[in-house]
Each structure stands twice: as structure tokens, then as C-alpha cells.
């Protein structure tokens, strides 16, 4: 049964601040037949390393704009996709579509349609509770990882900031997405916030930022948990790439303990990148995070 979708107007993304990079577009992924998946690919499509930028709640490949260029600007290949139900991908109507596997094989057959090779997985919120999950699969593929604020679902409580994140979401239908981004990204001008409302023209294009809130994995018995499980003991006893982690400090749920945490559980990960000002969409601070990584690596 095809699942009903909706599409963002193309006009919705003309002119926005910081971005003019060309949408890509795939429409036939085995099990999303029909449901089109946005992503950015520039630079060499041939032997060179790869940056898959993985996006989070409730934003999309607008956030890696920062980060972008420093990778292009090594030779690198820069692949930024969105999530369905975000930024230029298509968004399913209905809350229930939305699952942890609804995402994560998305994700998983759309790495492997791009036919990736010699990758850094570069990952934050969702892009990480996802993207983390995902190199266990493809191992080969996988060689540097990029984590930023973000964790692991193995059905453990994420505190008392998430759950009010969660309530508020939960009874917010139409919450405002660039207002929430503002608020927890100061720096933000008029133009950038309204890049990211840019995807959601009103409350019917927003089931997938309601629903990623309600998927973390805060209990054992939720979809994902064995999941998470698995990946973690691929990162603790598997992992054989190079790694770097870069922490937003004021970020108030996936901050400094979290990813001290997250760390720990990383096979050889170094001591941290610290931004200081950063918040959860550390991103944003992000010309200086890719710099450094990527003199992290080439020094590997």
C-alpha cells in the first residue's frame, strides 16, 4: 500500500541564506517506491573520501552549510541527505509512518544506492541515534567518523530535559520549527530561521519532526533498542576508524556528559573537540569543528 505523502513547493527553498547547492533526488529506493529522498552530492563523484552529513530533529542538509565547504575544499565528495518527512524529501502525512526502521532502512538502501566507499560518517541528534547504527551494516564502507551531540537509543531514560522536549512537541502539533531553532541557536539570523521553516509551509508537512521525539529509545521494550544494543558493542569491540568528536558545551540534553559518555563507548575515540558557545546544533559553529577534524585525520 503506497503511503501518502506530501511535497514541500520547490519556491519554498529559492534564495535562502548561505545555500546553493543543487537538489538531488531519488524516487525509487527499494521500500520507498515513490517517496522522493532529497540529498546534496558535490564534488568528485570518483576516488575521493567521502562526507555523509547526517541531519537531526527538527532540521535538514540547511544545517551542514558551514561544514560544506571545508570538506569540498580538501578534494573531498560532501553527500548530505534528507530524512524523510524533512527539509526537500517528501513527508509521509500520516504520524504513524514514522518508525526507527522506517528511518534507518531509508538510510540503510539509500547508502547503498549511492555506492559509497571510503566514507567519514559526520552525525548529530537523529543523525547520530540513526547514523551510529549504520557502519555495523557496512563496515567496509565506513572508515573516519565525525560525532556531534548526540547518542545511542538502548532503552535507557534520557532525563528530565528530553522529556519536557518531548511533552512539548508531543502537545505543540504546529510547533514553530525556525522559533525552535532560534531559541536554541542565538545566533541565527531572520534569513537563516527562515531557511529552516523553509520545509514546513504548515502544521500537514510536519508529522516527521512531531514523531522523532516520540522514537527515542527510553525504554527496553521500544522498536530500535536491539538495534542501538548492537551498535554499541560495534563501536566498543569493532571499530577500527579514525574518530572525532566535537561537543556543543551548552547544549542542555545531549551536552557535555552525554557525549562524555558516548565517548567511552568509541574504540580509540580522542579527548573532544569543546566549543564553547555551541549549543545542540553545534553545526552552526561548524567552519571551525570541520577544520579541526580534518586536521585530526590527516594527522592520522
Partial sequence: MAIESMRTPEDRFQGLDGWDYAPNYIDDLPGYEGLRV????????????VFLCLHGEPSWAYLY??????????????????????????????????????HRNMLKAFITRM?????????????GMLGLTIPMDFPAIFTRLLVMNTSIGIGKPAGDGFNAWRDYVANTP???????????TPILTDTE??????????????????????????????????TGLAALKFWQEDWTGDSFM????QDPVLGPPAMQWLKKQIKNCPEPMEVADGGHFVQEWGEEIAREAL??????
Fill in 38 to 49: 532529497h540529498y546534496v552530492d558535490e564534488g568528485p563523484k570518483t576516488d575521493a573520501p
Fill in 65 to 102: 552549510r558551514k561544514m560544506i565547504p571545508v570538506f569540498l575544499a580538501s578534494g573531498a565528495r560532501v553527500i548530505a541527505p534528507d530524512f524523510l518527512g524533512f527539509g526537500r524529501s517528501d513527508k509521509p502525512v500520516s504520524d504513524s509512518d514514522y518508525t526507527f526502521d522506517f
Fill in 115 to 127: 555506492e559509497l566507499s571510503d566514507t567519514c560518517l559526520v552525525c548529530q541528534d537523529w543523525g
Fill in 174 to 184: 504546529d510547533f514553530p520549527v525556525g522559533g525552535l531553532m532560534k531559541r536554541a
Fill in 193 to 226: 530561521v527562515e531557511a529552516y521553516d523553509a520545509p514546513f509551509p504548515d502544521d500537514r508537512y510536519k508529522a516527521g519532526v512531531r514523531r522523532f521525539p516520540a522514537l527515542v529509545q527510553t525504554s527496553p521494550d521500544m522498536q530500535g533498542v536491539d
Fill in 246 to 249: 566535537a561537543i556543543g558545551m
Fill in 295 to 300: 586536521n585530526r585525520f590527516e594527522g592520522n
